[in-house]
Nanobody, 117 residues
């Protein structure tokens, strides 16, 4: 069956770095666009970064210059390198796989990122 499994979250001090991973199975990873979202307590889920099947990327303004999204199709894995982390980055981070027009989409279960001193 389809699975997206996030990992790499944890507790980090402000200014620190983390690398999140999302490993996919049960579908053809290379033909799906991929995104990272986050959801803080009491807030709606928001797009953090996206990468298309042609490796075009986009970022939320709040993370530009600090986060880098990438994918390795041979490993069926999506990454999010996060640097210079801020307390406001604290959230559950989810990966999403989707086709054009979002006609098919899959979500992972999320991984917690906490930025605190």
């Amino acid at each position: 069956q389809v699975q997206l499994v996030e990992s790499g979250g944890g507790l980090v001090q402000p200014g620190g770095s983390l690398r999140l991973s999302c490993t996919a199975s049960g579908f053809t990873f290379a033909i799906y666009h991929m995104s990272w979202y986050h959801q803080a307590p009491g807030k709606e889920r928001e797009l953090v970064a996206g990468i298309s099947v042609t490796h075009n990327t986009n970022y939320a303004d709040s993370v530009k210059g600090r986060f880098t999204i990438s994918r390795r199709n041979v490993e069926n894995t999506l990454y999010l390198q996060m640097t210079n982390l801020k307390p406001e980055d604290t959230a559950v981070y989810y990966c999403k796989a989707f086709t054009d027009n979002d006609s098919h989409n899959y979500w992972g279960q999320g991984t917690q990122v906490t930025v605190s001193s």
